[in-house]
């Protein structure tokens, strides 16, 4: 009997220490979700995350069902033997793809524990699959398969895989939204008759298409939302399985993530004057058709670096509007030097960052940071665009679409009305362009044109190097 009391009292005493983690590790996720919001908090908001991870793990480590530990330290080495290399040889610029690739992850992981779950108590336990159970494994499941499908399908556009531009066919939406119906009415007849064990696959199988046929029709314009949506379906699929293990803090952090996402979502739809509906279900329609026939000649004024670094040098204030160009030509180094050159001129320098520039939220400032931008060089659309009329020079890195004037001028344009930064309004613009190609819009930047403008043809981290040499050496 003694035996048998201290091995109770080690239980409890274990299970209090579990839940003691939680409790501090679902705090941690709160706060460094807050922290997270600003930049000059954000490291200290990624600390906080790492700290109430590693809480949350050795919580889970410390419960008394955890018997075997060989499987879980095989599956830390796994996962390190992957995560390291991803985390160390990715350059910053291939951010975007490791965000999806890592949601694609997620999502699998997700959908794993809900089938072996199902399985188990299938096979064991089947009292435990109760209705409630069975549509929380049911959600989960739905939604961990379709992110780790879509979630690849977005890192093969981003990567270049697959094509960035929207992947089409007649009947789209019919085929999409039976697939959706069909996984719906399996995953309820399932709760009805949970025994029907051989239509668990076909509700994965149903997933697994429907995730991958709702990214292909989506451009790469619309990659940030995307990537925010992916978020948040990953974080409320973790969320349902906290439900189905009946683990609290994986249903708060599963609910931060996914409400987070969302959230992020809606911005980045607003930022894009674009129907949350149309890229929640795949960017239904079709591709906006270019013009045909003949077109008229029209001319564009061009410099060269030096000419460009003569009249930045000359500026007293200067904005510089990055792109997904800055990331690709991966210029951002060489940007941070550009700034260093003229703000030992006494130029005044700031950073107008739009919230969907790149292909993930956050994505500028993400390069911006790397190459140590100070943070408060970096305004918003909103604040930028207040300064823009005072401003002697706006530098466009890359940007197409989010600097576009037809946004505000033209009702037939399809991104009119979409909240642009209005690099017009400056008195000099120059644009740093490999060429006079579309952006993802696929339509033409009537910036280019205008007589204001100076197109700086050239790969941006060569042209911005070939400016700073320029400024350099104007300072001998």
Not at 354 to 383: C, F, Q, S, T, W
Request: charged share 15%.
């Amino acid at each position: 009997m003694p035996a048998a009391h201290a091995a109770t009292a080690a239980v409890t005493g274990t299970s209090v220490l579990t839940q003691i983690s939680y409790l501090i590790a679902a705090a941690l996720f709160v706060v460094s979700l807050k922290w997270l919001s600003a930049p000059p908090t954000a490291r200290r908001g990624v600390l906080a995350g790492e700290i109430g991870m590693l809480l949350a793990v050795a919580g889970t480590l410390l419960l008394p069902e955890i018997q075997a530990f060989h499987w879980i330290l095989l599956t830390f080495f796994v996962g390190a033997a992957v995560g390291i290399p991803i985390a160390v040889l990715m350059p910053m610029t291939a951010v975007p793809q490791r965000t999806a690739l890592s949601h694609s992850f997620g999502g699998l992981a997700v959908g794993l524990v809900g089938t072996a779950k199902y399985y188990l108590w299938l096979q064991h336990e089947p009292e435990r699959l109760t209705h409630f159970v069975m549509g929380v494994l049911a959600f989960e499941t739905i939604l961990g398969y379709l992110t780790f499908t879509g979630s690849l399908m977005a890192f093969g556009k981003l990567q270049g895989i697959l094509p960035t531009r929207p992947i089409v066919y007649r009947g789209q939406n019919f085929v999409n939204f039976g697939l959706l119906g069909v996984a719906i009415v399996s995953s309820v007849y399932l709760n009805l008759h949970p025994s029907e064990l051989r239509l668990f696959p076909v509700l994965i199988a149903l997933s697994l298409a429907f995730g991958t046929l709702l990214i292909i029709p989506i451009g790469g314009a619309d990659m940030p939302t995307v990537i925010s949506l992916l978020n948040s379906y990953a974080g409320l699929s973790a969320s349902a399985m906290g439900f189905v293990l009946d683990n609290k803090l994986l249903i708060i952090a599963g609910a931060l993530d996914g409400s987070s996402g969302f959230i992020l979502s809606v911005i980045m739809c607003r930022a894009m004057n674009r129907s949350f509906t149309n890229v929640l279900f795949g960017a239904f329609g079709a591709v906006q058709a270019r013009a045909t026939g003949p077109q008229e000649e029209r001319t564009v004024r061009s410099a060269q670096p030096d000419e460009a670094a003569s009249i930045l040098a000359s500026a007293q204030s200067v904005v510089i509007v990055p792109g997904y160009g800055m990331a690709v030509a991966q210029a951002q180094h060489k940007v941070r030097e550009l700034y260093d050159q003229l703000t030992r001129r006494g130029v005044e320098v700031t950073f107008g960052i739009h919230p969907v520039a790149g292909r993930m939220p956050g994505h500028m400032n993400v390069l911006l940071a790397e190459a140590d931008i100070p943070y408060d060089r970096l305004k918003e659309m909103e604040d930028v665009n207040s300064e823009l009329p005072h401003t002697d020079v706006a530098l466009v890195i890359g940007a197409n679409d989010v600097t576009n004037p037809a946004a505000r001028t033209d009702k037939s344009s399809p991104i009119y009305g979409m909240p642009i930064i209005d690099v017009d309004r400056a008195r000099t613009v120059m644009v740093i362009k490999r060429s006079m190609g579309a952006g993802f819009a696929g339509i033409e930047n009537e910036l280019y044109y205008m007589d204001k403008t100076l197109m700086l043809f050239g790969d941006a981290k060569a042209f911005v190097g070939d400016m700073v040499k320029a400024i350099s050496s104007e300072g001998h």
